[in-house]
């Protein structure tokens, strides 16, 4: 179908929700893209969004849910990374401190600054070298519109986080990064390409690519019909991230890319149980540190930092990484937390890329750069993957740099985003589970989110499964007849089986009789 037919036939808004995506499948069957980007995850979206605001027609498909892999399992914060000066990763640095800036202005309403504080150890010979670390990041962000670090007294120190009652510590420094919702900032992004003219689609899979004349012939199944279409597309973009060697070896040949995961756990607490205003850096030995950061009214502890060659679809918080990670709360902060206070752990899998040579397994996860893989082959196979979710903006910008223009100056013509629908009586009644959530917050998730599953919608567009496993339980029957009223379900049980299962296994958590019976 030319580009005129679209435009002529799809005049009509159309709503990001189920309703959308069927016509998304429908006319990515009929339609010759520039782009096809494989990935729904920050960096598939940002390729998306960026390449159809420069004229390119494109589609993006997504296995599973949008940002349902790494992207809603980071550590929620978009910053410099002050851990990799130790690694020599200053141009990593600097570029992150600067894209930090960035995403604020792109994304005012999801990026924030955030205060974050590192207290002062005794050791001089110690505080001596992270206080040059930290004029290091200063001079590194300049220009980016954030003030310098400071050091403040132990008082200072305790009013910005109570929790912070250790006697051996000299004060802090206090400095500034920023911090978002990683799988709500996905989606934006995703809806911004969706108005701007792309064709998505999640739980879309592709299950072949073959070369064909001078593009791409992809097959897709979709996992809501159970139905298979094809799709041609100029080139492809490989942004499966740690599916990346996965994506490539669809097309029928070796895969070059090489990825070597590394596994992060969090914990989450609730605030009175680690009161903290500002986000906390502390070590944890070996080098390694963790991050306290204050989100959504809770207090999450993480990342880990772990070789992995487990399943990345559902990597899972074992109960001896959980406890890993309560004892260095307790051993940090002095206090004698046990496992009944965690009110949610997950785990996410980091792409992190290598270069495949003999030995390169042998270096430490830790120790390896977070610098993308961005490279266009003869056949058109655009791969963008590894990095950070901070640069997710730059190297989306990078990977089209490699592209010649866009065919046609007018890019894909479908229809704009329909306009956020209208408040409903029922919008303002809380969710069961005492967290904050509303049944508006579900509806919308469903109208304006394209929410297809139950756990789409409680754990990626509203994050209750990330933050308290139990309110999360307790809200699942009511967003769940929300959800049928809005995709036509005829009955809620086996979506409800289905959320408890994805509960078990991705959030490591037993499923009660009391809850199997609500």
């Not at 490539?248 to 992060?264: M, Y």
């Not at 502890?301 to 109960?319: K, S």
Request: charged content about 25%; proline content about 7%; some cysteine.
């Amino acid at each position: 179908m030319c580009a005129s037919r679209i435009a002529g036939d799809m005049a009509e808004a159309r709503p990001f929700s189920a309703e959308g995506r069927r016509a998304n499948l429908a006319d990515l069957a009929e339609t010759e893209l520039d782009l096809l980007v494989i990935g729904g995850g920050i960096t598939g979206a940002g390729v998306a969004l960026q390449a159809v605001q420069k004229g390119y027609r494109v589609g993006l498909v997504e296995a599973r849910d949008f940002a349902s892999g790494t992207s809603s399992r980071s550590s929620k914060l978009v910053h410099g990374g002050i851990r990799y000066l130790a690694q020599g990763d200053v141009g990593l640095v600097h570029e992150a401190l600067q894209e930090r800036r960035r995403l604020i202005e792109l994304f005012p309403e999801l990026v924030a600054p955030l205060p974050f504080l590192m207290p002062i150890p005794r050791r001089l010979r110690q505080a001596a070298v992270l206080s040059a670390g930290f004029w290091t990041y200063d001079m590194l962000s300049i220009g980016s519109g954030f003030p310098r670090h400071k050091r403040v007294d132990v008082d200072v120190a305790r009013r910005m986080a109570p929790a912070l009652q250790r006697s051996d510590i000299r004060g802090a420094w206090k400095y500034w990064d920023a911090q978002t919702d990683d799988a709500r900032l996905t989606v934006e992004v995703m809806r911004r390409a969706a108005a701007a003219g792309a064709l998505v689609a999640n739980y879309a899979a592709v299950t072949r690519a073959e070369r064909a004349g001078d593009g791409w012939t992809v097959s897709i199944s979709d996992a809501v019909t159970d139905t298979a279409l094809t799709v041609r597309a100029r080139w492809l973009v490989n942004a499966g991230g740690v599916w990346a060697e996965h994506v490539e070896g669809l097309t029928g040949r070796q895969p070059k890319t090489h990825i070597r995961p590394s596994k992060g756990v969090h914990v989450s607490f609730a605030a009175e149980t680690l009161p903290i205003e500002a986000a906390l850096i502390f070590p944890v030995g070996d080098g390694r540190v963790l991050f306290a950061v204050p989100w959504h009214g809770y207090v999450i502890v993480g990342t880990t930092d772990n070789d992995y060659t487990g399943d990345i679809v559902n990597p899972g918080c074992t109960p001896e990484e959980e406890a890993d990670v309560v004892a260095a709360v307790n051993r940090f902060f002095g206090l004698e937390l046990g496992p009944d206070v965690v009110l949610s752990r997950w785990a996410g899998v980091r792409p992190l890329v290598t270069n495949g040579e003999p030995g390169s397994d042998k270096v430490s996860t830790r120790d390896i750069s977070r610098k993308p893989q961005i490279q266009l082959d003869g056949d058109g196979l655009l791969t963008v993957t590894g990095g950070k979710l901070t640069t997710f903006w730059r190297m989306a910008e990078d990977a089209l740099k490699l592209l010649p223009p866009p065919p046609s100056p007018n890019g894909s013509q479908a229809p704009p985003l329909a306009p956020a629908s209208e408040p409903e009586e029922w919008d303002s009644e809380p969710l069961p589970g005492a967290a904050g959530y509303t049944i508006g917050d579900v509806r919308r998730a469903c109208d304006e989110g394209m929410a297809i599953q139950l756990e789409d919608a409680l754990s990626r567009r509203l994050r209750l499964s990330f933050l308290d496993v139990s309110a999360a339980l307790a809200a699942a029957p009511e967003a769940a007849r929300m959800m049928a009223s809005r995709l036509g379900w005829p009955d809620t049980t086996p979506h409800l089986e289905r959320y408890r299962a994805h509960l078990a296994l991705e959030f490591a958590t037993p499923i009660l009789e009391s809850a199997a019976e609500a």
